[in-house]
């Protein structure tokens, strides 16, 4: 099937810290598996990034969008299949972000879960916390989006978008099509090591060293990290009833070696979580390995990085620029 006619999925990561295991399973692998199945808009979110501004550096954020984009191309990602780029190469995105958030009433906003957590605790939080979800709603309706892939807590996110639209379209007549959220069966959502009620984060990360298992992590890291990974008291080892840490380590396991639930049950189960730990730990080793390698040769030419951000963005623009002149015209703009 032809790029034109596949659906189109629109999907991106946050450059805000280094990406990890979760970032790996929960988007990337997801994407490179499925990529001859869709049309992707896959970008780096570095508008997003600003969100807490404080939390960032200039030269922190332009090192992170380098080393996540030549993450996207080690993971498996082909540039000449995938339209790979950076959000804020896309003027488009910025446009409708603001149309977007003229059409968000207030109240949509606030009950975004995202808000209610980074705002918590916070005094003098920035606007951007409130209204990132709008520019959200335009990174995906820019580009068409049949699908959008996330995990069950980024639903509402798109659950927004689909209101946005539809209040849109029902306002200025039909210029925005109205995306599906797209959710993974099994590892939509890796928690953290150290605390699995927690989903894994790159910010939770920075000073939890425990927290997440980094996509550049080596083999020794990734070893011990697991080994100080939170369990539960006992031998339990069968998905349905687990606690949450074990849960946790063997979803991840079955993601990144496609074992059937049932083996995986029968290798574990009553066996005590040091050999769950150290599977998991050589599982994860085995399959970012290639990764890593790959990843050091593109940093070596980070001029070719760079050219295939900005191919991609040139690529992405013309697809926007004709949705946001959609748009424009049936707002009078």
């Known amino acids: 099937m032809s790029a034109e006619a596949r659906p189109v999925v629109v999907s991106g990561i946050q450059p805000n810290g280094s990406l990890h295991l979760g970032n790996y399973i929960g988007a990337l692998s997801y994407w490179v598996d499925n990529q001859t199945n869709y049309h992707n808009y896959l970008f780096l979110a570095d508008l997003h990034a600003l969100t807490i501004p404080e939390e960032i550096t200039a030269a922190e954020l332009r090192r992170n969008v380098r080393e996540a984009a030549a993450l996207y191309l080690a993971a498996g990602i082909d540039p000449d299949d995938s339209t790979i780029f950076l959000q804020s190469a896309v003027p488009a995105h910025a446009y409708l972000g603001w149309i977007m958030t003229c059409f968000a009433p207030l109240g949509w906003l606030e009950r975004m879960t995202q808000f209610k957590s980074k705002s918590k605790g916070r005094s003098g939080v920035g606007a ?136 995986i049950e029968e290798k574990f189960h009553g066996k005590g979580y040091k050999l769950l730990k150290d599977e998991v730990a050589e599982a994860i080793i085995v399959a970012l390995g290639p990764v890593q390698q790959r990843y050091r040769a593109l940093m070596q030419d980070p001029a070719h990085v760079d050219a295939i951000l900005a191919r991609g963005a040139e690529r992405a623009g013309e697809v926007a620029e004709r949705t946001l002149a959609r748009v424009r015209d049936r707002l009078g703009l």
């Open 128 to 263: 951007g916390v409130l209204t990132y979800p709008a520019l959200q709603a335009a990174d995906i309706l820019l580009y068409d989006a049949d699908f959008v892939p996330v995990g069950d807590d980024q639903k509402q996110h798109v659950e927004l978008a689909r209101d946005l639209a539809q209040r849109v379209n029902g306002m200025f007549g039909d210029c925005l099509k109205v995306p599906q959220p797209l959710i993974r069966a099994s590892g939509a959502r890796v928690m953290g090591l150290d605390d699995a009620t927690e989903k894994m984060s790159k910010s939770l990360a920075v000073g939890r060293p425990g927290h997440a298992v980094g996509m550049l992590d080596d083999a020794d890291t990734i070893r011990r990290k697991l080994r100080a990974a939170k369990t539960d008291p006992g031998n339990e080892a069968r998905f349905d009833s687990a606690g949450p840490g074990v849960k946790n380590l063997l979803t991840i396991y079955e993601v990144l070696t496609r074992e059937p639930r049932a083996a």
